[in-house]
């Protein structure tokens, strides 16, 4: 399985971004696509996941309103909508993907393969 992050970048507080998550390689269509970030000197967190089929979707509190993310299984990739964003969500953002059937977890621990990250900067 092979995820591809993309978007990343500097945006002042208040702005937008939009992340894309390209994958390829699972060998069912049963798995759950999940956002996560790690800010400097921090631990993985996770901020949101959607099941395979794009109409389940889960957020972690931090994000709840602000984010939103949504999938085009034509073109294998999930996006993630980053709205009002403060400068504690600067972070490297990764995606991951989990096999299997859809569970909410956004624990990194549950999720078996990794994009390599990109860079979220948000200026005050």
């Known amino acids: 399985v092979q995820l591809v992050e993309s978007g990343g970048g500097l945006v002042q507080a208040g702005g937008s971004l939009r992340l894309s998550c390209t994958a390829s390689?699972?060998?069912?269509?049963?798995?759950?696509i999940g956002w996560f970030r790690q800010a400097p000197g921090k631990g993985r967190e996770g901020v949101s996941n959607?099941?395979?089929?794009?109409?389940?979707?889960y957020y972690a509190d931090s994000v709840k309103g602000r984010f939103v993310i949504s999938s085009d299984n034509a073109k294998n990739t999930v996006y993630l909508q980053m709205n009002s964003l403060k400068p504690e969500d600067t972070a490297v953002y990764y995606c991951?993907?989990?096999?299997?059937?859809?569970?909410?977890?956004?624990?990194?621990?549950?999720?078996?393969?990794w994009g390599q990250g990109t860079q979220v900067t948000v200026s005050s």
């Open positions: 991951a993907g989990r096999d299997g059937g859809y569970r909410t977890t956004l624990n990194p621990y549950n999720y078996d393969h």
């Open positions: 390689g699972f060998t069912t269509d049963d798995y759950t």
């Open positions: 959607i099941n395979s089929g794009g109409d389940i979707t």
